[in-house]
């Protein structure tokens, strides 16, 4: 079993940046794909970036591309989604989720694995 802990939510303004934090435990997720989804509220949990173990392959969803950038550090067991120039619509509890396969696949239902979300909010 892998557990997943988010961190680094917060209150921001807009145009501001936030790096999240994800750090898994229970298992190495060395080459296991991450991603980070969001959701609003009365809205369905979207794709916001994923990459492979080796990072050298990456997506991201297309309301954040050019923003924000996923990291990953397979030696400290750990991701982290860099968020810059935050809008209000990137509002939104932050989910991390790694999946068994090695491809950072964009459909929510191949991972595996979640951790239970931080919350971000950008104020105009």
């Known amino acids: 079993q892998v557990q997943l802990v988010e961190s680094g939510g917060g209150l921001v303004q807009a145009g501001d940046s936030l790096r999240l934090s994800c750090t898994a435990s229970?298992?190495?997720?060395?080459?296991?794909?991450m991603a980070w989804f969001r959701q609003a509220p009365g809205k369905e949990r979207e794709f916001v970036a994923a990459?492979?173990?080796?990072?050298?392959?990456?997506f991201y969803g297309d309301s954040v591309k050019g923003r924000f950038i996923i990291f990953r550090d397979n030696a400290k067991n750990t991701g982290s989604l860099q968020m810059n120039s935050l809008k209000p619509g990137d509002t939104a509890i932050y989910y991390c989720?790694?999946?068994?396969?090695?491809?950072?696949?964009?459909?929510?239902?191949?991972?595996?694995?979640w951790g239970q979300g931080t919350q971000v909010t950008v104020s105009s």
């Open positions: 229970g298992r190495t997720i060395s080459t296991y794909a």
């Open positions: 990459t492979r173990w080796t990072g050298d392959v990456t």
């Open positions: 989720a790694v999946r068994s396969g090695s491809w950072p696949s964009q459909r929510i239902q191949e991972y595996n694995y």
